[in-house]
T-cell receptor, first 113, second 113 residues
Framework: SAVISQKPSRDICQRGTSLTIQCQVD?????MFWYRQQPGQSLTLIAT?????????ESGFVIDKFPISRPNLTFSTLTVSNMSPEDSSIYLC??????????FGDGTRLSIL | QKEVEQNSGPLSVPEGAIASLNCTYS??????FFWYRQYSGKSPELIMF????GDKEDGRFTAQLNKASQYVSLLIRDSQPSDSATYLC?????????????FGPGTSLSVIP
């Protein structure tokens, strides 16, 4: 399976600031996703990152809060904007190639003070 | 009804026993079913996937699928303390125009030495 590198692995941020998380894959993949996992909870899909076009957001998530880029088939970024303590979570990049199961990066552990 | 449901646990089994993890899903159109293992502080790791009714075995793991009952299970034979983790059931959803994977809440498994 593809090797997925996610940066940063963790960060502590001040409320009101923004953080951009990067996801780099060692091979071209069809689909890239961003998930959030709040403490003690399961995974919630934020959006599907589409190459060359706007991401497809799930209910409850909006582009102004979570802008996503995907300039090519191996790279995507997720920005968490105007952060509040409620945004403290693990953010996970996931990739899937055609007819293959999804795999996850190591995640970004984000704490907001 | 939630899209993917699992018993939250914790499920405790003695070392060497069979652990049985269950999952039900609501979308009759779902075609792909996955089991992920997540250790505390780590990202989810794919351990099994199944597409057809019946059983699929891989080492100590067996996935069972019954589409008519909308039920998928994971059996872990000869359970080891290293199997202690949260197990996430995931199902692809065909309710949107694109193929996305929905995760259940997870079942916490504890294997007692």
């Amino acid at each position: 399976s593809a090797v997925i590198s996610q940066k940063p692995s963790r960060d502590i941020c001040q409320r009101g600031t923004s953080l951009t998380i990067q996801c780099q894959v060692d091979s071209q993949v069809t689909m890239m996703f961003w998930y959030r996992q709040q403490p003690g909870q399961s995974l919630t899909l934020i959006a599907t990152a589409n190459q060359g076009s706007e991401a497809t957001y799930e209910s409850g998530f909006v582009i102004d809060k979570f802008p996503i880029s995907r300039p090519n088939l191996t790279f995507s970024t997720l920005t968490v904007s105007n952060m509040s303590p409620e945004d403290s979570s693990i953010y996970l990049c996931s990739v899937r190639d055609q007819n293959q199961p999804q795999h996850f990066g190591d995640g970004t552990r984000l704490s907001i003070l | 009804q939630k899209e993917v449901e699992q018993n939250s646990g914790p499920l405790s089994v003695p070392e060497g026993a069979i652990a049985s993890l269950n999952c039900t899903y609501s979308d009759r159109g779902s075609q792909s079913f996955f089991w992920y293992r997540q250790y505390s502080g780590k990202s989810p790791e794919l351990i099994m996937f199944i597409y057809s009714n019946g059983d699929k075995e891989d080492g100590r793991f067996t996935a069972q699928l019954n589409k008519a009952s909308q039920y998928v299970s994971l059996l872990i034979r000869d359970s080891q303390p290293s199997d202690s983790a949260t197990y996430l059931c995931a199902v692809n959803s065909m309710k949107t125009s694109y193929d996305k994977v929905i995760f259940g809440p997870g079942t916490s498994l504890s294997v007692i030495p």
